[in-house]
């Protein structure tokens, strides 16, 4: 059983970082790829960007591109995610998920793609 636990959201001021942990357990192979993704209040969950477990890959949204950085802890099972220039617009839940067997190898930034959430996080920027 699959189990992923996110952490380190909190309150920040805009301009300021974070860095958002992820937990993993009951993981059995390695061919899968870690995503983050955030949802905001009456919007679609976004895509924030992605990892292949195996290493070397990575995806971004372009909303984040430059300023997030998705890397990842194999040894422990950990994936995290480092926020930096946070603006007001990044406000959300981060949510981190395992896409199994990535096609092609590609980590995927359609939700639907991805099989185990974690409960999320709140990210709060303000002005």
């Known amino acids: 059983q699959v189990q992923l636990v996110e952490s380190g959201g909190r309150l920040v001021q805009a301009g300021g970082s974070l860095r958002l942990s992820c937990a993993a357990s009951?993981?059995?192979?390695?061919?899968?790829?870690m995503g983050w993704f955030r949802q905001a209040p009456g919007k679609e969950r976004e895509f924030v960007a992605a990892?292949?477990?195996?290493?070397?890959?990575?995806n971004y949204a372009d909303s984040v591109k430059g300023r997030f950085t998705i890397s990842s802890d194999n040894v422990n099972n950990m994936v995290y995610l480092q926020m930096n220039s946070l603006k007001p617009e990044d406000t959300a839940v981060y949510y981190c998920?395992?896409?199994?067997?990535?096609?092609?190898?590609?980590?995927?930034?359609?939700?639907?793609?991805?099989?185990?959430w974690g409960q999320g996080t709140q990210v709060t920027v303000s002005s």
């Open positions: 998920a395992t896409e199994w067997q990535p096609y092609m190898g590609v980590p995927s930034r359609n939700s639907l793609e991805y099989k185990n």
């Open positions: 009951g993981l059995t192979f390695t061919n899968y790829a």
């Open positions: 990892i292949k477990w195996s290493g070397g890959s990575t």
